[in-house]
């Protein structure tokens, strides 16, 4: 059984968290790698993961946007309360000049197309 079908058969809302960030042009390559060492750790074992994009805005291309998708809100609190986590991501923020974390519940969601 999968993360998402666990969270949905114990009626649980899905969560998206949401992080807009700045990253100076000059460190773009450093965030990217950073992520990418993040994204498939992240992906391969933590509990409650289910999906993550990385977008650059279209218009400014300093502003990036990370979103997450996890089974509940309590699995992604416990990964980002873990030691694992801080040391993780430490590389990635060292990238940021500016952070903005939202988290929020998903409540509908249109049918994903077979």
Same mark, same amino acid.
């Given at each position: 059984m999968?993360?998402r079908q666990?969270g949905?058969r114990a009626g649980g809302? @899905?969560?998206?968290?949401?992080?807009?960030?700045? %990253?100076?042009? &000059?460190?773009? &390559?450093d !965030?990217?790698r950073? *992520?990418?060492?993040?994204?498939h750790? %992240?992906?391969?074992g933590v509990?409650g993961?289910?999906?993550d994009q990385?977008c650059r805005?279209?218009?400014?291309?300093?502003?990036?946007?990370i979103t997450?998708?996890?089974?509940?809100?309590a &699995?992604f609190?416990a990964?980002?309360?873990?030691?694992e986590? @801080?040391?993780?991501? @430490?590389?990635?923020?060292?990238? !940021?000049?500016?952070?903005?974390s939202l988290?929020f519940?998903? *409540?509908a969601?249109?049918?994903v197309p077979?």
């Amino acid at each position: 059984m999968t993360a998402r079908q666990r969270g949905e058969r114990a009626g649980g809302h @899905r969560a998206r968290v949401v992080f807009l960030v700045r %990253v100076p042009t &000059d460190r773009t &390559d450093d !965030f990217l790698r950073a *992520y990418e060492a993040v994204r498939h750790l %992240v992906a391969d074992g933590v509990p409650g993961h289910l999906v993550d994009q990385v977008c650059r805005s279209a218009t400014d291309p300093e502003q990036w946007l990370i979103t997450s998708e996890w089974a509940s809100l309590a &699995d992604f609190e416990a990964w980002e309360r873990s030691s694992e986590h @801080r040391d993780l991501v @430490r590389p990635m923020r060292e990238c !940021f000049t500016d952070a903005r974390s939202l988290r929020f519940q998903v *409540y509908a969601q249109t049918p994903v197309p077979a």
